[in-house]
């Protein structure tokens, strides 16, 4: 035999169904007014750019003088690669940026970096060690964003690390921010 509930106590429960109802109804119809509209990026999402520039432009130098110009790697597919040295994703990505680079570089594959730091001796010392330890095949060239002559239609104040992923004809194909998705390299893998 079950027991006779207790006065007072199904309003209770018929009180707490109606406001969860209600939370129920208030979170669909927030959501139905979000997916009605253009939904934020979401950080490590691999978007097509809608808002970014067609065909991206950087022009600058390493520190060590090296000249870095999108327009001369046409005919490659390039990964513009935004970080800084005090982001840890970033570093924890380097080794993998540093395998695919020595496994597709036969295959007309190139990084170029752009440094956010604010000051440039933080890029310097980790720019010495990488030369140091990292062999020639591994290593792209860097730039610092605050150097003379940096010039870039790319944005470089967003969440990092960011990558543009550029085609062979110089088109931007791809971008993504915050965790770099596994299948961006799958996506850099059908461009080449």
Request: hydrophobic share 45%.
């Amino acid at each position: 035999m079950s027991p006779t509930p207790q006065p007072g106590t199904l309003r209770c429960k018929s009180f707490v169904l109606a406001a969860w109802a209600a939370v129920a109804l208030t979170l669909s119809t927030q959501a139905s007014a979000v997916t009605s509209t253009p939904e934020p990026q979401t950080p490590g999402a691999l978007t097509v750019p809608t808002a970014l520039p067609d065909a991206p432009t950087l022009t600058a130098s390493t520190a060590n003088g090296q000249a870095v110009n999108l327009a001369n790697l046409r005919g490659q597919v390039v990964l513009v690669m935004v970080w800084a040295t005090n982001c840890p994703v970033c570093l924890s990505k380097m080794p993998e940026f540093r395998a695919n680079l020595a496994g597709w570089a036969q295959q007309g594959f190139q990084i170029v970096s752009i440094n956010t730091d604010s000051q440039q001796q933080p890029l310097l010392s980790w720019e010495a060690a990488r030369q140091a330890i990292v062999p020639k095949a591994q290593q792209w060239p860097s730039v610092w964003a605050h150097a003379p002559g940096f010039a870039t239609n790319l944005p470089v104040d967003m969440q990092l690390p960011a990558l543009y992923v550029i085609d062979r004809q110089g088109k931007l194909r791809l971008h993504a921010s915050g965790r770099v998705p596994a299948h961006v390299w799958d996506t850099i893998a059908e461009l080449l």
